[in-house]
């Protein structure tokens, strides 16, 4: 059967009429244009029209702190502006203080601690004279690379002498990695002088092979007396003669009263290196060095240049070490004071003089 549509205007009519007829409810859906449906949002509402301040830059972020390391002083300490024996020295702390560790130098031979009298309130001390109970973490001041022009650094430990060579008085001693301000030279340049405030005129010597440094041609050349000869050396300066056999300057030490004493400690020194020289008939006949090691074997070794043999013997066992031989073992004694004691050929007749630098390390 064939459905035909309804007219809308009839159809409406029909409802109408059924609606009262029957009293029937008819609910009439009918679609509508499309609306946009209201819609209710819980929401923070944009801040209100007050002024908003000006941004102020946030302040950096304040430089970590370094917490300081207690250590105690095992003997009278020297504080020094810089970490070198060649600087200023700024007071003396007694042995037994409590000291304050908050940095040290490249070589680890040096403490930076606090110290009111010093530049920023630290001063620098040894660090193989100060007891910690582990090794301190503490930054690294400063760098173990060659300074600027007329600077150098120590490449192991030697002697400050008031004149250039072995032949002049002993000042003190520079350590490893220290950072020495250059003055002059001596006419070859094998010898450097420094600027030293324990030593004549605040300057002193030392050997130019055992420190690192550049343009040591532009030094000027320095007389025994400190006086400076000229401002350079000439590519054609003949080399000195070479001097006679001099004795060996007396230093008045004794098995009392040791050149240098040093303790080994494991978060501290662990090794020593000593240059000096004796000499016989005539001069300085003996030497003697005096370390406290906590190990019962050590390594030693001499070198020896001039007249030989020495006579090297450490006093706990008798052990002699000849000079120019490889690092040995040597057994010692831990936790008290060992002597080495040198000593040039007293059965000379002619003047022996003999230039040595001994060498003692924990391990090989």
């Given at each position: 059967?064939?459905?035909?549509?309804?007219?809308?205007?009839?159809?409406?009519?029909?409802?109408?009429?059924?609606?009262?007829?029957?009293?029937?409810?008819?609910?009439?859906?009918?679609?509508?244009?499309?609306?946009?449906?209201?819609?209710?949002?819980?929401?923070?509402?944009?801040?209100?029209?007050?002024?908003?301040?000006?941004?102020?830059?946030?302040?950096?972020?304040?430089?970590?702190?370094?917490?300081?390391?207690?250590?105690?002083?095992?003997?009278?300490?020297?504080?020094?502006?810089?970490?070198?024996?060649?600087?200023?020295?700024?007071?003396?702390?007694?042995?037994?203080?409590?000291?304050?560790?908050?940095?040290?130098?490249?070589?680890?031979?040096?403490w930076q601690i606090l110290y009111e009298a010093g530049a920023g309130g630290k001063g620098w001390v040894t660090?193989?004279?100060?007891?910690?109970?582990?090794?301190?973490?503490?930054?690294?001041?400063?760098?173990?690379?060659?300074?600027?022009?007329?600077?150098?650094?120590?490449?192991?430990?030697?002697?400050?002498?008031?004149?250039?060579?072995?032949?002049?008085?002993?000042?003190?001693?520079?350590?490893?990695?220290?950072?020495?301000?250059?003055?002059?030279?001596?006419?070859?340049?094998?010898?450097?002088?420094?600027?030293?405030?324990?030593?004549?005129?605040?300057?002193?010597?030392?050997?130019?092979?055992?420190?690192?440094?550049?343009?040591?041609?532009?030094?000027?050349?320095?007389?025994?007396?400190?006086?400076?000869?000229?401002?350079?050396?000439?590519?054609?300066?003949?080399?000195?003669?070479?001097?006679?056999?001099?004795?060996?300057?007396?230093?008045?030490?004794?098995?009392?009263?040791?050149?240098?004493?040093?303790?080994?400690?494991?978060?501290?020194?662990?090794?020593?290196?000593?240059?000096?020289?004796?000499?016989?008939?005539?001069?300085?006949?003996?030497?003697?060095?005096?370390?406290?090691?906590?190990?019962?074997?050590?390594?030693?070794?001499?070198?020896?240049?001039?007249?030989?043999?020495?006579?090297?013997?450490?006093?706990?066992?008798?052990?002699?070490?000849?000079?120019?031989?490889?690092?040995?073992?040597?057994?010692v004694t831990a936790g008290i004071l060992n002597l080495v004691h040198i000593s040039a050929d007293r059965d000379?007749?002619?003047?022996?003089?003999?230039?040595?630098?001994?060498?003692?390390?924990?391990?090989?």
């Amino acid at each position: 059967m064939y459905n035909h549509p309804v007219p809308t205007k009839s159809f409406l009519s029909l409802l109408a009429v059924c609606a009262l007829i029957s009293g029937c409810r008819i609910t009439i859906q009918t679609e509508l244009p499309t609306a946009i449906p209201t819609i209710f949002i819980t929401a923070t509402l944009p801040p209100s029209s007050t002024p908003r301040p000006s941004e102020t830059p946030s302040p950096p972020p304040p430089t970590p702190t370094v917490a300081p390391v207690a250590g105690v002083t095992s003997t009278q300490l020297n504080v020094r502006a810089e970490p070198s024996t060649a600087s200023e020295v700024l007071g003396i702390i007694p042995a037994g203080i409590t000291v304050q560790i908050v940095g040290q130098d490249p070589g680890g031979n040096w403490w930076q601690i606090l110290y009111e009298a010093g530049a920023g309130g630290k001063g620098w001390v040894t660090a193989q004279y100060v007891r910690t109970a582990t090794r301190p973490e503490v930054p690294v001041i400063g760098s173990a690379e060659q300074g600027a022009a007329g600077s150098a650094v120590v490449i192991q430990q030697i002697n400050v002498r008031s004149g250039p060579g072995t032949g002049f008085n002993s000042l003190g001693l520079l350590n490893a990695n220290d950072v020495i301000r250059l003055t002059g030279k001596n006419r070859d340049g094998s010898w450097l002088q420094i600027e030293f405030a324990g030593g004549p005129d605040g300057k002193g010597w030392v050997n130019a092979a055992f420190v690192r440094a550049q343009d040591v041609d532009t030094l000027p050349i320095v007389a025994e007396t400190g006086e400076i000869v000229r401002t350079g050396t000439p590519a054609n300066t003949p080399l000195p003669p070479t001097p006679t056999v001099a004795s060996a300057p007396m230093d008045f030490d004794s098995a009392d009263t040791p050149l240098v004493s040093v303790v080994f400690e494991p978060n501290g020194t662990t090794a020593l290196i000593y240059s000096g020289d004796v000499s016989s008939p005539e001069g300085d006949p003996e030497d003697w060095i005096g370390f406290i090691p906590y190990t019962t074997v050590i390594y030693a070794q001499i070198d020896c240049t001039g007249a030989n043999p020495l006579q090297v013997k450490l006093t706990y066992g008798d052990t002699a070490v000849s000079c120019n031989q490889p690092l040995a073992p040597v057994s010692v004694t831990a936790g008290i004071l060992n002597l080495v004691h040198i000593s040039a050929d007293r059965d000379s007749v002619f003047l022996a003089h003999t230039q040595y630098t001994l060498t003692l390390q924990v391990s090989p």
